[in-house]
Each structure stands twice: as C-alpha cells, then as structure tokens.
C-alpha cells in the first residue's frame, strides 16, 4: 500500500511526489515551513490530500509553540495564514483550517497548552481518517452509478474509461476520488482499461497515475492530453470520470487544467463525464465557478520538463494549473454522501452540512 502522508513521532512523513515514479522519497519533518513548502512545490499534492497535510502542518506549527497561553491565538492566526497562502484552488486545505479554528476556538479557555496542541493533534488525525473513509463511500456511489448510467454497455461488455490528473491513493492518502471509483469498478469487473492523460505540465497522470494503475495490475494506456479527442471519436472511450479541486454551489467544478477539453469533448460525443470529490472539495459558500480562484503557477514549469529546458527562459507562458467546467458538462457529482445528478444547488445543499456555509465571504475573481 501505497503511504502518501502519515504521523508520527511529533514528525510529518511524506512521499515526495516530484520525482515519482523514478525515485520513490519519503521526506520527514518537524518543521512546518518545509511541510507548506512540500505543499507549495506539490512534493504534497491532491486536493484531499493537501487538506490532510495543512491539518499536519497546523500540528507541527502549533507543538514547536512554548510561549505563554495569551500569546497563542495571535501565534496561531499567523500560522494559519501562512498555511491557507499556501495554494489557492483546492478548497480541503481552507476545509481543515477551518476545522483547526474550530478546535481553538472551542477549547481554548478550557484547556491547558498541552490539551490544546492534543486536541489540534486529534482534529488533524480525523481529518485525515475521514478523507480515507470518504474514499471507500465515493467508491460504492461511483460504481453504482455507472452501473445504472451505463448499464446497456455492461450487458454487453466492460467500459473503458478516460481519467486526468491524480486522483487516487496519492491525491488523499486513501483509495481515490475519481481513481477510486475506477479502482473499485475494475475489482467489481466493469471496467476493462483506463485512459489516463498525461495531464501537462507537471504529468500528475502519465508519472503518478500511471504507477498507481500499475501498482494495481489494471489495464491502462497514457496518452497525450490532445489525444482525448481521437480516443472518443474512434469509441475507445465509454465514459470520463475525474476529481476536483473545488465545487461551487451549483456544481461548476475546478481541477486540473485540461479537464474542461474533456469534459467539452464527451459531451460533443454523447459520453458521460462524472466529478468524484469528498464533500470537503464543495465550496457552498461561492454560487458559481467564476468565484473559484484559479492558481497560476511559475512559467518554468511550462518552459522545462524535469528540470530539462524545452524552451528558452523568455518564452512568455500563460501557466493556469485548473481550469473550470461548467456543471451542464458534468453528467453526475459522486461525492461521499451520494451520487449527485440533476439539479445540483439543491442536491448539493441537502448534502453540505450547514456550518459549511458560514463565515466565508464571497469574492468574485473573475
Ligand atoms: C483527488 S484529487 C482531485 C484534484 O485535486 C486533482 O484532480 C488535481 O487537480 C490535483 O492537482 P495538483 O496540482 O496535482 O494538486
């Protein structure tokens, strides 16, 4: 099994995702800084999994305090500011500092300093138990739903599914979002190979997907993110199923750049595209996917492949790392509540719990 974050030790241990799959690297820390940097460079990577690891790094922040008990919550505010700086897009990592001021805010004034740095411990370990268990949920919704949307093929014979980016074991520490519905609907014997894009320009899919996949002894081929196209046009694709970054309210939905194109491209083929996200990834807080603050990355990323130049230092790059999908390409919402099709605003707000919707205000990027 796979072990992309763990705890242990009053230290942060990690699978460095960088060098994946050449060089498997597993990193540990004390120090906080090095844990935002490790989610800054996408050592630490993912949208659950980048929310696992901000609850580790509130944790490591918090346990090097020895201050006095009145100096903590000015410390403690600095601290999640520098974390919540840390990426902008995937909305877990505002979903477990969230969580953390929640703990502080609850327990401060009854708490010595040691049961708080307990109790912020404890919320980082549930958040990251949760997300494993939200993967097992997706799981079963995922696959029920396409057996009921794709039934009339499965008479027949297995599927073939296209994915991006990725979203398995690596991305939250668990099964998967999008790469567990699919890991647990090869083991249910629906599905016969998986498309995974290569998913420019850091190559989460061709690099990490792909040594997922082959970890797992499932069928696959990489491709091109331009070859989407071809691949649906010649049938060699049933249906598209991806993870995401951040769900507005009435399901417009962020990940990965490259994922629109896809999702673009099996609606004009007539395939069904599904998002998988924990409930952690919906912001209710935002109407729409024009509020979702999209990152754009350093040029050099685009301009080098592994540290090799393809490009001159001056090529002037346009670098989005997400893009957005309108909710009229997305055919179903599998989170782990449920299976979400039709009218998103109103599944979706039966799903999110309440509190979710407070305390975050709305600032439009667009
Ligand atoms: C289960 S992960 C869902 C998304 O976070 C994933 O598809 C993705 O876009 C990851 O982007 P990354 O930039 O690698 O963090």
Known sequence: MIDAISFGNNKLRYLDQRFLPLQENYVETADYLQAIEAIKTLAVRGAPLIGVAAGYTVVLAVQCFDGEKDSFKAYFDKIIAEVEASRPTAVNLFFATAKMNEVVAKR???????????????????????????????????????????????????????????????????????????????????????????????????????????????????????????????????????????????????????????????????????????????????????????????????????????????????????DMTPAKYINGIITDKAALTGDYVKALKEVVPAAAASDKGLSSVC
């Open 108 to 322: 401060f004034a009854e708490s010595s300093m040691a049961e708080l740095k307990e109790h912020i411990l404890n919320e980082a370990i549930c958040i990251h138990n949760e997300e494993i268990a939200n993967c097992e949920n997706m799981a079963r919704h995922g696959v029920a739903l396409i057996q009921k949307d794709l039934g009339h093929i499965l008479e027949k014979r297995k599927l073939n599914v296209l994915t991006h980016c990725n979203t398995g074991t690596l991305a939250t520490g668990g099964l998967g979002t999008a790469l567990g519905v699919i890991k647990q609907a090869y083991k249910d014997g629906l599905i016969e190979k998986v498309y995974t894009s290569e998913s420019r320009p850091l190559l989460q899919g061709l690099r990490l997907t792909a040594w997922e996949l082959e970890k797992e002894g499932i069928p696959f081929f990489s491709h091109a993110d331009s070859s989407s196209g071809i691949l649906m046009q010649r049938g060699m694709v049933d249906f598209g199923i991806v993870g995401a970054d951040r769900i507005a309210a009435n399901g417009d939905t962020a990940n990965k750049i490259g994922t629109f194109n896809h999702a673009v491209l099996c609606h004009e083929h007539g395939l069904p595209f599904y998002i998988a996200a924990p409930i952690s990834t919906v912001d209710i807080t935002i109407p729409d996917g024009t509020y979702i603050p999209i990152e754009e990355r350093n040029a050099d990323e685009l301009r080098a492949i592994h540290g090799t130049k393809v490009a001159t230092d001056t090529t002037p790059v346009v670098n989005f790392a997400f």
